[in-house]
């Protein structure tokens, strides 16, 4: 089963902030693409109260633009349903890419 996806990709680059401070900048740009498997699982984990959802075996086929080839290894998120979701893995099959997703994203990770 696959359904049509339009959304963000989200891509982090090194910057300096303040002298000897590193982080990572967030660019988004849109994509279209396809998702190829469907899937949740809820994780327990002992450093939370709540449980957190994630995606099981979901992938997404992204129709790649020139900027994602070259910078396809700073993609962090893809947005879907009002959500950012960590890209866990992914494979290169051009034109496209095949992002692997996992759970939610957390913006304190950048």
Do not use: C
């Amino acid at each position: 089963m696959t359904n049509k996806w339009y959304g963000k990709v989200g891509f982090a680059t090194t910057v300096e902030g303040p002298p000897g401070i590193w982080k990572d900048e967030i660019v988004e740009d849109s994509y279209y693409g396809d998702f190829q498997e469907h899937g949740t699982r809820w994780q327990s984990t002992s450093s939370s109260a709540n449980d957190n959802v994630g995606l099981l075996n979901m992938t997404l086929s992204i129709v790649a633009k020139a900027f994602a080839m070259q910078h396809f290894h700073q993609i962090k998120y893809i947005t879907w349903m009002g959500v950012k979701w960590k890209v866990t893995s992914i494979k290169i099959s051009g034109p496209r890419l095949i992002l692997s997703l996992g759970d939610v994203w957390n913006e304190d990770e950048t």
